[in-house]
């Protein structure tokens, strides 16, 4: 398996507008926090860093509260910019730096 970094980000999430965000599997996320309330450097919707996985598409896990990004194997990894505290997943090393 290629576990390599994304050569450039495909997809992203996008802003519709009031507060609410659209994932690339079309979940919507609703009362996110803006901008200025970011609580690191980076952050999943409004300043992703280039780790090993931008280029993989984001899916919002309303059920845990989380941003995930999808490998091309379909394993859902937690995407290392959001602030989520339980990031045990099943994993095949795509996330491994």
């Not at 992703?48 to 919002?60: I, L």
């Not at 910019?81 to 990031?87: G, H, K, P, S």
Request: with cysteine.
């Amino acid at each position: 398996m290629d576990h390599g970094r994304a050569a450039q980000r495909i997809m992203s999430v996008q802003y519709l507008g009031n507060n609410s965000w659209v994932d690339d599997f079309n979940h919507i996320i609703v009362n996110a926090h803006t901008s200025n309330q970011c609580k690191n450097d980076h952050c999943t919707l409004h300043n992703p860093s280039n780790h090993n996985m931008v280029g993989f598409p984001q899916r919002w896990r309303q059920d845990r509260h989380m941003m995930e990004r999808m490998c091309p194997h379909g394993i859902g990894h937690p995407d290392p910019d959001d602030i989520a505290v339980n990031t045990t997943h099943g994993c095949d090393g795509c996330c491994i730096n």
